[in-house]
């Protein structure tokens, strides 16, 4: 067995002889079935990845994600591309990768369930280790992985912050370790990237991903004319477009520094469909006031998200008013379908408050923005955090534990379903 695992498990790496172990993670917890084989080589580096495939399911015409639809989606393709893709990869009884992971939740219970019944089936017919995953955990440790855009960057360092924004999720987190997490920034509504999609179908933006579609429409707006857009105030509807569109929370009302901080994003759907009712009651906007309209709403949902990030620095930064939680902060990673528009990232960069309330220059805070394709829902991801999982809690799952609908992410360990993993085991799995 030995001799076999050596031949199979070892590669030389212009240098000594190291093992490494491979990795086949499913994601299935919303709209995309997803699959990858990540290899694992010494401890410190992060994984290798192999190989991805991904299936999502076509909603464009139902505007929206409908539960039943996206479980009957997983259950007719992910056995199936799970099984081409073991095919391409050499994946097989005689060759089974050495630790299979799957997303346990949070996420639809149904989509979630297709993955995780496809990863039991495997582990018991391949007798391999198997992990249920945090979905979000996943997005944020997607950092470690190297990015094509910043080839030279080190992973990041706890403690760490991360803006997780997608369409199911808008959250800041402060991770001070892969099993403590703490929630400083929730949405109290819905996500950022449903709200983006919301006003992008009332805007009349077609496609399957429409704020994808939304972000590549403004790219395409002419400069002269964004820069004209950027100088129109639209604190009051008193503006050629007769648009008003506010950052939330600012009201008279609303205090400075709220006892919670919090993201609110529904408000700019219904801003959106006030103002077509009221102005084009026929439907049609003019093409002018269409770009206006994108390029307003993607601002002012993005002003919103840093404008609520400083509050969140000034409340826990180090300045005489903040409680210094942030201290020894050095990276921030923004992670999650979002967190790929170029605008979000240019403005992340640039309009947070770091320097004055973390008492940092500008170098001394380090943005990571992991790959675009790994932002969104990806298998990779899955096994990178099953990986740190295994690594850094010696844990694996049992093979009776259930989907999780709503799993906050500082609980990642206070579920049932984890057993602990064995020195033997541990060794035998990484082969190091
Ligand atoms: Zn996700």
Known sequence: ???????????????????????????????????????????????????????????????????????????????????????????????????????????MVGSLSAGIQTAKGLSIAWNRPLIGVHHMLGHVLTAILPKKSQPDLAPPRYPYLSLLCSGGHTMLVLLKSITD?????????????????????????????????????????????????SRINTNSADNEFKLQMRLPL???????????????FSQFQSTLQRFKEVNFPDQNIDKVTKQFVAYKIQETIFDHLIDRINIAFFKHGLSKNGDGELAGVRDFICSGGVAANQTLRKKLSENLTYDTNLQLSPDDMVFHFPDIALCTDNAVMIGTAGIEILENLKVKSDLKFLPIRRWPMNELLDVDGWVGVSDAEFHEIRKF
């Not at 917890?29 to 991805?52: E, F, H, M, R, T």
């Not at 006003?199 to 009349?204: F, H, K």
Request: net charge neutral; charged share 25%; with cysteine.
């Open 1 to 107: 067995m030995w001799k076999y695992a050596s031949k199979l498990h070892s590669r030389r790496l212009g240098g000594p002889l190291v093992r490494h172990y491979r990795v086949l993670a499913i994601e299935s917890s919303c709209d995309d079935s997803c699959v990858a084989l990540l290899d694992k080589y010494l401890a410190c580096d992060p994984p290798k990845i192999i190989g991805q495939s991904k299936s999502t399911l076509n909603s464009a015409k139902e505007g929206g994600i409908i539960p039943t639809a996206a479980h009957e989606f997983h259950q007719m393709a992910l056995a199936d591309l799970v099984q081409g893709f073991c095919a391409e990869h050499n994946l097989n009884s005689h060759s089974p990768p050495d630790l299979i992971c799957c997303t346990r939740g949070p996420g």
């Open 181 to 229: 997490h703490k929630i400083l920034i929730n949405t109290s509504d819905i996500a950022a990237g449903d709200s983006i999609d919301k006003c992008a179908r009332v805007l009349g933006i077609e496609g399957n991903m429409r704020g994808k579609e939304l972000e590549k429409y403004v790219a395409n707006i002419p400069e002269d004319l964004k820069a004209k857009f």
């Open 250 to 264: 600012k009201g008279p009302s609303h205090l400075k520094v709220p006892d919670v901080v919090e993201f609110v």
